[in-house]
T-cell receptor
Framework: DAMVIQNPRYQVTQFGKPVTLSCSQT?????MYWYQQKSSQAPKLLFH???????NEADTPDNFQSRRPNTSFCFLDIRSPGLGDAAMYLC????????????FGPGTRLLVL | DQQVKQNSPSLSVQEGRISILNCDYT??????FLWYKKYPAEGPTFLIS?????DKNEDGRFTVFLNKSAKHLSLHIVPSQPGDSAVYFC????????????FGQGTELSVKP
């Protein structure tokens, strides 16, 4: 089945220790998104790639970076995680960016100690 | 500034009856709306969408209604089943923002046997 895969499902890191979350897709979609969802809140877009073009949201902290080495993979790097970065991180993909359905992975829950 | 609002954090419905989940928005530029369902520890699963040029879209037990003048959409589930118990998110996008979804905070639906 075509799908969006996120690894790991749970990640524990220490305050200030860099961490990388991974997302892969078998849908061959052009667009990949990273959302952050804190407890009982709405998912919030951090950034997205349309092919190799990176699009950062204006209010995404500099602490968050992303890489997309090829169509299938996209990474979220948190350079110096703070306690406030503990959240569920959701990866999504879509074929295009105009009135397209986004398909989500299962998410990675990040805990910062 | 919460552009998409789901004012009911929870809803309880008897099996076989209709579930109606509501969503209000403030941005008149939104032109595409989606409903997602989310189980604990899983990513959101796409349910149904509607373009702003329509006022109704139906898929099996799920119907979405859009009232542009009231900036309101609703999801009807008929008949409701216990397996429908989950958190439901509405989301909206604007045509020129790269597919960015703005989510509501979700409504937890509980369908009782």
């Amino acid at each position: 089945d075509a799908m969006v895969i996120q690894n790991p499902r749970y990640q524990v890191t220490q305050f200030g220790k860099p961490v990388t979350l991974s997302c892969s897709q078998t849908l061959n979609h052009n667009v990949m998104y990273w959302y952050q969802q804190k407890s009982s809140q709405a998912p919030k877009l951090l950034f997205h790639y349309y092919d190799k073009d990176f699009n950062n949201e204006a209010d995404t902290p500099d602490n968050f970076q992303s890489r997309r080495p090829n169509t299938s993979f996209c990474f979220l790097d948190i350079r110096s995680p703070g306690l406030g970065d503990a959240a569920m991180y959701l990866c999504a993909t879509s074929r295009g960016s105009y009135q397209e359905t986004q398909y989500f992975g299962p998410g990675t829950r990040l805990l910062v100690l | 500034d919460q552009q998409v609002k789901q004012n009911s954090p929870s809803l309880s419905v008897q099996e076989g009856r209709i579930s109606i989940l509501n969503c209000d928005y403030t941005n008149s530029m939104f032109d595409y709306f989606l409903w997602y369902k989310k189980y604990p520890a899983e990513g959101p699963t796409f349910l149904i969408s509607i373009s702003s040029i329509k006022d109704k879209n139906e898929d099996g037990r799920f119907t979405v209604f859009l009232n542009k003048s009231a900036k309101h959409l609703s999801l009807h589930i008929v008949p409701s089943q216990p397996g429908d118990s989950a958190v439901y998110f509405c989301a909206a996008s604007v045509y020129n923002q790269g597919g960015k979804l703005i989510f509501g905070q979700g409504t937890e639906l509980s369908v009782k046997p």
